[in-house]
């Protein structure tokens, strides 16, 4: 069965809604340089405890210092940390020292076949990847919620070498969903704007989005 995990959850009567409807995992957006969704580690914490198991709770960090990340999961208390940079694999390496009991999620940018080259640098310290659609080396940088499809292709090629399971995210709906997953095959989908409508959390599109899931898994036989 394939996974869904609603992002950019901004209240616990938000995450409760979410979960309600279907979701597997939720998201939980720290400061970020630019995109939606980012409230206050206080609001994490508080929607973190919230989250009944077996649901899982993924703190989004733009951090880049394996300390300053295993900071921010320490004061916010959630179990799954989800690492938005490109971070340099010795810190990937050394916040598995740090937090070896926290389950560790490296978000890798699809902007081309490169992505692929990264595998290697990061599968010896993570738990699962999340491929999404930002651009990190941008001026001013995308880390997530950018509504953007990328290159499936590359995603699927990905996963199919990953060691890792693999969320898929980036411009993600009821409408396409379903092909994404016959095409890339992920372990889990991931979706922010595709849910919303006014920053606001839209039951009738994310019930729309759960059922076009069920329907591609039912598809594959899942």
Known sequence: MTRIKTCCMASVAEMRAAVAAGADAVGLVGAMPSGPGPISDAL????????????????????????????????????????????DAAQSARLASLLPHTRRVQVIHVEGGEALDLIPAYAPHVHAFLLDSGKPGAAIPTLGGTGDVHDWTISAAFVAASPHPVFLAGGLTAANVGTAIARVKPFGVDLCSGIRSDRTLDMAKLAAFVSAVRAADQLAGR
Do not use: K, N, Y
């Not at 649901?55 to 999961?73: P, Q, R």
């Open 44 to 87: 994490i914490a508080e929607i973190a405890a919230a989250v009944p198991p077996p649901v899982a709770a993924f703190l989004l960090t733009s951090e880049t210092d394996a300390a300053a990340i295993a900071d921010h999961v320490r004061r916010t208390g959630v179990p799954v940390v989800q690492i938005v940079s490109h971070i």
